[in-house]
């Protein structure tokens, strides 16, 4: 047999979930620790990630 599949939409508040968070500017910020070093600048960087929405920001030490 095959799976179950559900035929409900899904809310507007599960679709909206994170984005108007982000879009209001409140972002989840997580430190990248895989890539710390920047060759264009030539220094140390710490770069952050966005949990929700996967914006990338990079700051120079």
């Given amino acids: 047999?095959?799976?179950v599949v559900a035929?409900?939409?899904p809310s507007l508040?599960?679709?909206a979930k994170g984005k108007t968070l982000c879009g209001n500017g409140f972002h989840k910020w997580e430190i990248e620790h895989e890539k710390q070093f920047d060759v264009k600048q030539g220094a140390l960087v710490t770069a952050w990630r966005c949990k929700?929405?996967?914006e990338r920001k990079v700051k120079a030490l």
Avoid: Q, V
């Fill in 13 to 15: 508040k599960t679709k």
């Fill in 7 to 9: 035929f409900r939409k």
């Fill in 1 to 3: 047999m095959g799976d």
């Fill in 52 to 54: 929700r929405c996967g």
